[in-house]
């Protein structure tokens, strides 16, 4: 298009020096990611290994027979430098009356500290560090893989003002805007192509690999990328009110959000803490020795619970969000993992919501190409959806079709116009009344749209809704995982038990109003069922307010979307089967740690208590769980944007702030 060439050829780009807009990043720096090195905090790292070389210069000097009045001193510098961090976030859980590993480990390292042993102090301190290093990293991956979308969209924009290009703050684009989408550029806007075509990169949306071709009249969304063809594109939605603004203002939800197993994580941790202190005290009234105690509550450790559950939490958020899945807080994402019923609403979500002609069955004599020609020109002017239907299957045969000289409508039963000098009726069995009472279809579902031409019926058009690409295979899944299958429609109970069939669904519920619908989630939460409800429309708001997660397919209205506690960004049913998996692997990560946790600090415990785990091999034991655990959880994070993509880039590390309780 014209204006998609002068946007390119006369106006100067953002590479040209002066500009303002930041150039669109190369393939190179999209894919960058710092390595694990960058990624440690400096300063973590130089206390632990000076913690380190200080636990082996007291080894080495005690061994030399270094008196104690020499060693003591330097070891209690090194202990209150490195485990400052402790100190600090052991004091507030004093404050706060609540136990935590912080406060436990600082009590074993101040024991070993105590009886002289100093190297066995310093030794536990460094693996406490390293152990912390680890987490840090590990909760880094995870915030990485949601907040990295947090800058991606430019702060400023190319927009069209008549003949001219301007650069302006996004945040000064409003509705009705035209702005210019360069080559390798991201659109910054949710809105409609007015001019030009391109190849968008969706994935950081959808989840979808390949790009994805858009034209004039087609729809964009913020923070897609322009990998090939440049637009012009009229702004619709932008800044918090886009798809991408949404969709950032869902991480942060999620960042911040408690689940309840986290929550009861914490409080295991407390738990566990209590228990190895009485053990403790137990040991040390029936064995009288120091190291045996000080070993069981250096050996208890609720770090892999504590640390493990959120991360799992952040990173199955995080995969589930790169498959074009958002969920809004790890609340959801856990009553998503237990769910055994899911109810598809069948209009715009197991279909799409769109008439189309599956068939012509013109009558004997009756040339097919003529015979929609003549009912797309009589339906010209008219706006129902089958009109539109037989207009788009004119178009797609590339038909010349007239414009009708007169036409009428009749409600409930079609229109009839004069179209090159033939008298045109398009519409049910009432407005042709030759038609024949039945006619051979396809499949079940169907609905016949009769055509007559100068008073005889010329042949029939059948009209269906069409399903949604996956709906058959996304149920088939469904059924898979053991979940139940629920389908709930407005439409007639023959159409939508043929919908059903198409698809696989067994249980159907159809001639329903919005309250029917959410009458029945309502109903079948109190059978006991755990119910997700999936719907696109208005009329599936209440339910998906009514369910015990709401999910919404990113095709559908505002409101469905805002009912919903899940919101489908790519309209790909396929995306709910993985969000599934992806909850429930997310709970049996969890499981695993919790148990795993208990069964090691059981028997940790018990082993310290009879002298078999001295105090260093129980700091052993205890990290090495720790890592463990975390580094299982850490299995979640997803490889970067898109299914399996390396991520394009990373978002600046969080601020830094007061860690999980209960951390050890």
Known sequence: ????????????????????????ATAHEADADPGLWQRIDRGDLRRTVAVAACAVVVGVAGALGSPTWVLGPVSVAALIAGCWPIIVEAWEDVKERRMSMELSMLIAIAAAAAIGEWTTALVITTFVLAAEILEDL?????????????????????????????????????????????????????????AGSASLDQSRLTG?????????????????????????????????DSTFGQIIATVREAQESRAPVQRLADRLAGILVLVALAAALVTFVVTRDARATISVVIVAGACGIAAGTPLAILASIARAARSGAFVRDGTHLEVLSGVDTVVLDKTGTLTLGQARVVAVRPAPGVDEGDLVALAAGAEWHSEHPVGRAVADLARERHLTVAVPEDSDHSLGMGVSARVGGHEVRVGSARLVRDAPATVEAPFGGTTPVHVAVDGRWAGTLLVADELREGAARCVSDLHDLGLRVLMLTG??????????GQVGVDEVRAGLL???????????????????????????????????????????????????????????????????????????????????TLVVDAIGMTLAAFGVLGPVAAAVVHVGSESAFILNSARLIPAGPGRGRPPRGRADRRTPGRRTPGRG
């Open 1 to 24: 298009p014209a204006a998609a060439t002068a946007t390119t050829t006369q106006d100067p780009g953002p590479q040209r020096a002066g500009a303002d807009v930041p150039p669109p």
């Open 138 to 194: 590990s909760m880094d991956r995870g915030r990485d893989a949601l907040s990295d979308l947090m800058s991606f969209l430019p702060t400023t924009v190319r927009v069209r003002r008549g003949s001219e290009v301007d650069t302006v703050p996004l945040a000064e684009v409003r509705p009705g805007t035209v702005v210019v989408v360069e080559p390798g550029s991201r659109v910054p806007v949710d809105g409609t192509v007015l």
């Open 208 to 240: 979808e690999s390949l790009p994805v071709d858009v034209q004039v009249g087609d729809p964009v969304l913020a923070g897609s990328i322009a990998v090939a063809g440049a637009l012009e594109v009229t702004t619709e939605r932008t800044g918090e």
């Open 491 to 500: 439409d007639t109970e023959a159409t939508a038990r043929a919908i059903a």
């Open 514 to 596: 919005p309250t029917d619908k959410h009458g029945i989630v309502s109903a079948e939460r109190a059978a006991g069922h755990v119910v997700a409800m999936v719907g696109d429309g208005v009329n599936d708001a209440p339910a998906l307010a009514a369910a015990d997660v709401g999910i919404a397919i990113g095709s559908g209205t505002d409101v469905a979307r805002e009912s919903a506690d899940v919101v489908l960004i790519s309209s790909d049913l396929g995306d709910l089967v993985t969000l599934v998996r992806t909850a429930r692997r997310a709970r049996r990560t969890i499981m695993v740690n919790f148990v795993g």
